[in-house]
């Protein structure tokens, strides 16, 4: 829904031009595209996008609107699980952004970080991790990097790492990140419990059960506290804790903490309203 958001708010931009061209056309048919998706339609936006890819052809090398709509394209075969076509056509975008708009561009770059969560949901982690790089030198090389950002720039690099076994790119990272949302965000934010986890996962990867142990405590603490007992992210880190657990051979205190992740998903469930029953014909 984003990227639908984003080209309307190119149309508006581009209307007059549009009015010159066989972009009218194309600006008729992307609107299409919008209602269809947002009535839940997506092969139908499917179709009226590939029109408008078409007449995209027409335009200007260096005119966007095919990028877009290729950008566009991609994000509705994410959205029904065909990821190699996703994949496909978010590399023909990103060409096209750096070509019409240069690779430092903003709509370049945030193509190139779908392109690169496309990858990584496919599995495809060593075509992500070029784009990773690049996502993260644009974000420190610029004038006055926001802390936060620079963070999730950081972590999203080595998680990239991470899941090929480059631990000690990745535990650096993951180190820099951490320093950089304590300082964002204070030390007793979740998205700093986040960062502490994902670096014990890899300590106990490598075989390093204390520091992995302690780790996981600090996240649990974190969520506890920021969060409230009953969130689920409190869930999730008593059952990282707990693989911890086992692996240092507590087994007992390992069952207790899977056993209080499962009572508290349980009373979650039990919380939850029921679906309302679709009124019958």
């Given at each position: 829904?984003?990227?639908?958001?984003?080209?309307?708010?190119?149309?508006?931009?581009?209307?007059?031009?549009?009015?010159?061209?066989?972009?009218?056309?194309?600006?008729?048919?992307?609107?299409?595209?919008?209602?269809?998706?947002?009535?839940?339609?997506?092969v139908?936006?499917?179709h009226?996008?590939?029109?408008?890819?078409?007449?995209?052809?027409?335009?200007?090398?260096?005119?966007?609107?095919?990028?877009?709509?290729?950008?566009?394209?991609?994000?509705?075969?994410?959205?029904?699980?065909?990821?190699?076509?996703?994949?496909a056509?978010?590399?023909?975008?990103?060409?096209?952004?750096?070509?019409?708009?240069?690779?430092?561009?903003?709509?370049?770059?945030?193509?190139?970080?779908?392109?690169?969560?496309a990858?990584?949901?496919?599995?495809?982690?060593?075509?992500?991790?070029?784009?990773?790089?690049?996502?993260?030198?644009?974000?420190?090389g610029?004038?006055?990097?926001?802390?936060?950002?620079l963070?999730?720039?950081?972590?999203?690099?080595?998680?990239?790492?991470?899941?090929?076994?480059?631990?000690?790119?990745?535990?650096?990272?993951?180190?820099?990140?951490?320093?950089?949302?304590?300082?964002?965000?204070?030390?007793?934010?979740?998205?700093?419990?986040?960062?502490?986890?994902?670096?014990?996962?890899?300590?106990?990867?490598?075989?390093?059960?204390?520091?992995?142990?302690?780790?996981?405590?600090?996240?649990?603490?974190?969520?506890?506290?920021?969060?409230?007992?009953?969130?689920?992210?409190?869930?999730?880190?008593?059952?990282?804790?707990?693989?911890?657990?086992?692996?240092?051979?507590?087994?007992?205190e390992?069952a207790?903490?899977?056993?209080?992740?499962?009572a508290?998903?349980?009373?979650?469930?039990?919380k939850?309203?029921?679906?309302?029953?679709?009124?019958?014909?």
């Amino acid at each position: 829904m984003k990227r639908a958001l984003l080209l309307l708010s190119f149309l508006c931009l581009t209307a007059p031009a549009l009015r010159a061209d066989s972009g009218a056309d194309w600006n008729a048919e992307v609107r299409a595209a919008v209602v269809d998706q947002r009535a839940g339609n997506l092969v139908g936006a499917e179709h009226v996008l590939l029109k408008a890819l078409f007449l995209a052809q027409g335009f200007d090398p260096n005119d966007p609107r095919a990028a877009y709509i290729l950008d566009y394209l991609g994000t509705l075969y994410e959205q029904q699980g065909r990821l190699s076509d996703a994949v496909a056509v978010f590399r023909r975008a990103l060409r096209g952004f750096d070509r019409s708009l240069g690779p430092h561009s903003d709509d370049a770059l945030a193509s190139a970080g779908r392109l690169a969560d496309a990858y990584e949901a496919s599995g495809q982690w060593a075509k992500s991790e070029p784009l990773r790089r690049r996502l993260l030198k644009e974000l420190a090389g610029s004038a006055d990097p926001d802390p936060a950002a620079l963070a999730q720039a950081q972590c999203d690099l080595a998680l990239c790492l991470d899941a090929q076994k480059k631990w000690d790119e990745a535990m650096d990272l993951y180190g820099q990140a951490l320093r950089g949302r304590i300082r964002a965000l204070g030390p007793d934010s979740p998205d700093v419990a986040e960062v502490l986890s994902d670096e014990g996962r890899v300590w106990l990867l490598r075989g390093k059960v204390s520091r992995a142990e302690a780790l996981m405590r600090r996240a649990l603490a974190i969520d506890q506290k920021a969060l409230g007992p009953d969130d689920p992210a409190v869930s999730d880190d008593l059952r990282r804790l707990a693989a911890v657990l086992k692996r240092a051979g507590k087994g007992a205190e390992a069952a207790r903490d899977l056993a209080r992740a499962a009572a508290l998903d349980k009373a979650r469930a039990a919380k939850a309203p029921e679906a309302t029953p679709e009124p019958g014909p």
